[in-house]
């Protein structure tokens, strides 16, 4: 009995000790901190807090982001295709990408390159022709190997993204050659003889579609 009152005894006296101590380094790291009046101890002891209340306030900015114009934009004519065409949201929004990138880099409206997807592959990004024509928007490598050099050649028309570039380069440089969209469309399609324009007349509707969303979209936008 006597044995463990004295245990409890020398229990009790270590507790209060590092009470103690612990009371001691409160009031040494509350005299070293830099603050003024009665509200030092007060600022000491609700330090531990801030740091958790900044996080939570900082990832409430990160989840909140405003979408910009251009990805509303985007957004919408990626719904629209992949719902017309049955083609999944994550490939067309690669497609629309690219296109707005192609566009941006040729002078070469995205929403044309799009339409030109539509009529050519339907967007069948590994949609090949009889007579050698690949990809989306249906290039034939054997026309233009100075464009394919830097790619690998041929079968890099078989990837989206440089399918698009070299699909919009020439397009490009068909709307320069001959001032007009529609003889461009023509050209493109190896029909500038026909008489009736019926490529072009398809792909500029497919293109007055896509436009009634982008219309739509910018008006939400500034409204």
Partial sequence: ???????????YAALRGGLALFGAAVIAIYLALPVKGDDGLASFFSFADEPFEASATTAGMIQVRDDSALEREQRAITELIARRYRVSDAAVAGFVDSAYRAGAQYHVDPLLILAVMAIESRYNPVAESTVGAKGLMQVIGKYHPEKLVHF???QSLLQPDINIQVGTRILREYQRRFGDVETALQMYAGALDEPTTQYAAKVLAEKARLEVLRQKARRQQSA
């Avoid at 009995?1 to 229990?11: E, G």
């Fill in 1 to 11: 009995m006597r044995t463990t009152i004295d245990a409890v005894a020398h229990a």
């Fill in 152 to 154: 690998g050649g041929e």
